[in-house]
C-alpha cells in the first residue's frame, strides 16, 4: 500500500505544471531571457488574491508578491516600496544612478526584501532583467523637465510603452500599474500631459488589464511644489505667483496615493483595465495653497504677480539652449515653461471618473499632518511665532 502510494506521488512529480496553474506563472521563469519565446498577456484575472502567502502579513511575512518598481528612487516610490515590504513583499529596485540612490529603501524591508538592481532604461535586455523574476510591474516613472538626454516623449512615454511591451512578453506579470497625471490629455497645453496620455494609450493597448493611476500634485515631505515655494519665500522674501493665482488645483497627499496603489493591488482583480483619478478632497486656487504655505511656515506673505506671457518669456530661454549648449543647464523650479503652461487650465478631478472612493480610501486633507515638514523652514524653530488661528483659539476659553 505503502509502495503504491508512492509510485503515484513519484508518476505526478514528474508531470509538468499546467499553464493555467497561478503558480507556474510566477515561479517557471528561471529560463526567462533575451530568446524567450514570446507570449501574449496573461495578467491575473483575479488580481494577486490566490498567491500563496506565509507569516501574519508583517514585514517578515511573505506576500507572494514579488513587484519591479520602476522610479522607485523618486517622490512617490519611497512610500510604494515602504507599503510592498510592510507587507513582505520582495521589491526589485531598478535604478540607474549612485550606487547610493536606492540605500535608503533597503531598511523598508526584512533582509534581502529590497533588491537594487542598476539598468539602462534604454536596453531592452537590461529592463528583461530586472522584471525577469516579477509577477508585479509598477512603473512610476515620470519627469516634469527636460534634460539635455532625455526629452518628454521618452520618459513620460517611450519609457512606460517598452515597459508594457515587454511585461506583455513575459508571461508571468499578474498585475501591471501605470501612475500617470491628472489633466493627462492629447490636448493639454502641456507637453508632459500630452505624452502622459500618449502613454496611457499605448499600455491600455497592449495591456487592457492594466490599471492607471492618475495623481493630482502630490505633497509630502520630499515635494517639489511646497518645499520650493517656502525655499524661494525664505531666499527671496516673496514669492512670484504664475499668472493671477486663480488656477484650480486638487492637491492629493503622497501617502493616499502609495495606499491607493496598494488597494488596487490587493483586490480581487475589480481594478483591472480601469482608470481611476486621484485628486485630495479639498480645491485649490494656486494662491490659496500658497497662503497655506506660508500660514504654515509663519512668514508674512508677500507676493510678486508675473502674468503668464512674462512667465513664460523668463522660462524660454532654458528651452531654447537646452540642446544647444555642451553642458548641462539648471534645473528649473519657479519657471519652468511646461508647468507654467500646465497652469493656464484648471486641474480637477472629472465629474464621473473613478477616485479614491472607489478603493476604499479617504483622503487626508492637507491642513495639519500632511504638510507639518514646512516647520522646518520657520526661522526661529518649530515653535517660533503663532499663526492667527492659533491665536484666535488661545483666546477662546
Known amino acids: 500500500m505503502i509502495k503504491a502510494y508512492r509510485k503515484c506521488l513519484s508518476n505526478q512529480s514528474l508531470k509538468p505544471y499546467s499553464s493555467t496553474s497561478p503558480l507556474y506563472s510566477i515561479y517557471s521563469l528561471s529560463d526567462y531571457g533575451i530568446d524567450h519565446p514570446r507570449h501574449g498577456s496573461t495578467l491575473a484575472t483575479k488580481g494577486v488574491g490566490h498567491l500563496v502567502r506565509k507569516g501574519t502579513g508583517g514585514r517578515s511575512s511573505v506576500s507572494g508578491i514579488v513587484a519591479t ?11 510604494v516600496v515602504q507599503q510592498l515590504a510592510k507587507m513582505g513583499s520582495q521589491v526589485l529596485v531598478p535604478f540607474r544612478g549612485s550606487e547610493d540612490s536606492p540605500r535608503h529603501l533597503k531598511l523598508m524591508g526584512d533582509l534581502g526584501q529590497i533588491v537594487p538592481m542598476k539598468y539602462n532604461p534604454r536596453d531592452e535586455n537590461s529592463i528583461k532583467a530586472v522584471m525577469a523574476k516579477a509577477n508585479v510591474v509598477l512603473n512610476l516613472i515620470g519627469r516634469e523637465y527636460e534634460t539635455r538626454n532625455y526629452s518628454f516623449e521618452e520618459v513620460n512615454h ?3 510603452e517598452q515597459l508594457a511591451m515587454i511585461a506583455k512578453e513575459h508571461g ?10 491628472l489633466g493627462a490629455s492629447s490636448s493639454s497645453p502641456s507637453r508632459m500631459l500630452r505624452a502622459k496620455a500618449s502613454a496611457e494609450e499605448a499600455i491600455l493597448r497592449e495591456l487592457p488589464e492594466a490599471t492607471i493611476m492618475k495623481p493630482a500634485v502630490m505633497i509630502g515631505t520630499e515635494d517639489r511644489i511646497l518645499n520650493t515655494w517656502a525655499h524661494v519665500a525664505k531666499k527671496w522674501s516673496f514669492l512670484p505667483l504664475i499668472g493671477d493665482g ?6 492629493v497627499y503622497v501617502v493616499d496615493v502609495a495606499a491607493a496603489i496598494m488597494a488596487a493591488l490587493r483586490d480581487d482583480g475589480s481594478s483591472m483595465g480601469k482608470v481611476y483619478e486621484l485628486g485630495g478632497p479639498e480645491i485649490f486656487t494656486v494662491h490659496e495653497l500658497a497662503e497655506l504655505m506660508y500660514d504654515t511656515i509663519r512668514e508674512w506673505p508677500r507676493y510678486v504677480k ?3 506671457p512674462i512667465a513664460k518669456a523668463i522660462a524660454s530661454p ?7 549648449v555642451p553642458f548641462p543647464l539648471p534645473t528649473p523650479d519657479i519657471f519652468n515653461l511646461d508647468q507654467i503652461n500646465s497652469l493656464t487650465v484648471d486641474t480637477l478631478v472629472s465629474d464621473n471618473a473613478l477616485t479614491f ?7 487626508h486633507k492637507l491642513k495639519g499632518y500632511p504638510i507639518e515638514y514646512l516647520i522646518s523652514y520657520r526661522k526661529g524653530g518649530p515653535s517660533f511665532g503663532s499663526t492667527i488661528s492659533e491665536k484666535v483659539t488661545g483666546t477662546e476659553f
Open 172 to 181: 508571468g506579470i499578474m498585475r501591471f500599474i501605470q501612475v500617470s497625471c
Open 357 to 363: 472612493d472607489n478603493l476604499g480610501i479617504v483622503p
Open 306 to 308: 508675473v502674468p503668464f
Open 158 to 160: 517611450a519609457m512606460a
Open 69 to 79: 518598481v520602476f522610479g522607485a528612487t523618486g517622490f512617490l516610490g519611497r512610500y
Open 318 to 324: 532654458r528651452e531654447f539652449f537646452l540642446r544647444k
Open 246 to 251: 486663480s488656477t484650480k488645483i486638487q492637491p
